[in-house]
């Protein structure tokens, strides 16, 4: 099943390019994805043909321009294995859908919303402020030193009182693959909602959000090759048709009067105003492109890399490498001495582009003492070769650090 | 030496450094040279905020002239830093408000940090010339 990553490059125009002088080895892909011609096509092409406003043109444009944005809401839902396509709400991105989802929940004080330790600022703060609101309050799944979720705590922590648990697939800081399936499934038993942040997941793993059994899901289009600006919230319609709507405007209502206005059903309901119909055409054309390849295959390819990276990295002294063994994506990792920004600045100067820092998790790196940790993440179009230059790159920036 | 020499000096030091990496191991070295500060003066008023590592800077009066000691985790910030110690350090806070700190611009060191950093550089100027102020004015 193994594909030639020296074959896609060429369709990702971006990663031709030298910084500094050197060849580019973009290894930044958890925090976003370069874009093939394939996706740039579409949103050029949807300027060039049928921009226009939709649902409620009666031209020929407005047709093709709705049509165009459905049939992305169609393959997104199948995508994502949902029941119906209505169930798939379009957003600006994953934190724009938990946001939304904190946004239309009602809590009372006594109320507990649960966490993971391993969360994204995105995936806390909109349920700090929940809660705030509400009076409800915030409990933390706290993890094991191995970057893995404590499932005993877990499970002591679900309660009659635990109204919502919402949790990261993939950690975008450590890589570390929550057992997604097992958590919905302990969450739902206490009588939980469930949220699934899935922005890490959805380049690397297949979804089937039947088969998952969460109430929300959410992820960006730019983490999967798409654009910025376009991201997904899918909810199982039976909890989505009984929560109120949020925002209000154009699309999302049924009949207005001065008096009182009555709201669309889903998808729409969801969203008002005049939506990003380029990025989610883009982010079809995005599904399309890793459909193409296979996504086991891309899997397949990047935990190669990943392997190859952890192990040549371990090999240089008083690395800590941060998360379980059998990460997926990210590869954290920090050096006795030596501070992370340093790193990235000596190694961006060979080319090579990293995140360092806290990763938007300040929370989990206060857990494991550190201010933050260099991260290398990974990607279908990147090679043997660039995680070679990776490790060569961080043991010239030792040298010079040491 | 004024400050403007010492920029001066600085910048010829630099011009025998072309390459990146010379220039990295040279703020690396500079970093290295500058004496840490004790953990008892790294309270959190000196502090400096917006920085992505962390940098801390003392100013005291000694003989109506500022002495300066900074420290940070990140030993490129702190070579850093210790260009404008280098500058400022022993002057009088008149000189130290009046001094024109566009050297570091010329340094070429800018725009090899992210925005963030450089951002920092800007930082440490200011708090430097606020410290001045302050013990002037004592």
Redesign the interface.
Known sequence: MAFDPSKVRSDFPILAQAV?GKPLVYLDNAATTQKPLAVLDASRRYYEEINANIHRGTHHLARAATAAHEAARDRVARHLNASESAEVIFTSGATDSINLVAAILTLVPGDEVLVSALEHHSNIVPWQMLCERSGASLKVIPCHEDGTLDQDAFRALLSERTRLTAFTWISNAFGTVNPVREMCAAAKAAGSLVLVDAAQAIPHVRIDVRELDADFLVFSGHKVYAPTGIGVLWGRRSVLDALPPWRGGGEMIKEVTFERSTYNVLPFKYEAGTPNIEGAIALAAALDYIEGIGLEAIAAHEQHLIRRAAEGLSALTDLRLFGPDDRVGALSFGIHGV?H??LG??I??MGVAVRT?HHCCQPLMARFGV?GTTRASFALYNTEAEVDTLIAAVEKALV??R | MSIAEKQQQILEELSFLPG??ER??YV?GLGRQLPAMSDKLKSSDKLIKGC???VWLDARAEDGHVRFSADS?????KGMIALFVRVLDGESPDAILSADLSFIDQTGLKE???PT?ANALNLMATQMKQRALEIGAA
């Open positions: 500094n501070h920004y340093d600045t000596l961006d100067q820092g201010t010079m650090l | 990146w990496q990295y191991e690396i992505q590592s962390q985790d990140s030993v490129i910030t090899h940090l992210a950093r």
